[in-house]
């Protein structure tokens, strides 16, 4: 299978470009800066640089892409609307299918994350906003948006298991996730895809 990966120079960018060659697809990483996706070269690798900032330079990016995985994030001392930008861009460039990754407690998960976490997320103010913009974009496009809890540095979960929002466990704050387990979780979306148009759930129990 042919992937892109947007943002494959952040932590979760990194783990999905990694992952994805180890799975044996063929993977076009982009980065604004293609030198920091430090992940051993391949020939099953193409590095290139774009910035969603710029949607001229993501939709050449993008060009006969069948499938995108985006583990955009944001970046301390970023300006608000990176998320929302990358989200648009790539809808306008119309790849095959989308999967995009988006934070438990934002938006559509805002309910079933509970009143404690929302109020949490609240003190993200224009970032808050600027996820739940993407998503939007991503979901109405057809996308697929996984919603993880907090990141967690550790290997995969061997018991990982994706559900749909009416699935997600009840709890007073939701349970850390992997990294690692979320990119996991997205390829295996990629590869067999159970939630087009909707927000999903990796879940490590």
Do not use: C
């Not at 808050?128 to 974009?137: E, I, P, R, S, Y």
């Amino acid at each position: 299978m042919n992937v892109t990966i947007l943002a494959a120079s952040g932590a979760v960018g990194l783990a999905l470009t990694r992952q994805a060659l180890e799975r044996g697809h063929t993977v076009t990483a982009i980065a604004r800066t293609p030198a920091r996706i430090t992940v051993p070269d391949s020939p099953l690798l193409t590095r290139v640089a774009a910035d969603v900032r710029d949607p001229d330079s993501i939709a050449r990016a993008l060009r006969g892409s069948e499938l995108v995985l985006s583990g955009l994030g944001v970046a301390k001392g970023d300006k608000p609307g990176a998320l929302t930008a990358g989200a648009r861009a790539v809808v306008a460039a119309h790849p095959g299918r989308v999967i995009w990754l988006g934070a438990y407690g934002t938006g559509p998960s805002a309910q079933a994350a509970g009143l404690a976490t929302r109020t949490l997320l609240k003190a993200m103010g224009a970032e808050l906003a600027d996820k739940v913009a993407a998503d939007a974009a991503v979901l109405e496009a057809g996308g697929t948006v996984f919603h993880s809890g907090p990141f967690a540095d550790r290997p995969p979960s061997a018991v990982r298991r994706t559900v749909g929002l009416d699935q997600a466990p009840k709890r007073f704050f939701p349970a850390r996730v992997s990294r690692e387990t979320v990119a996991a979780a997205m390829l295996d979306e990629a590869q067999t895809p159970y939630f087009p148009g909707r927000v999903a759930i990796p879940l490590e129990r």
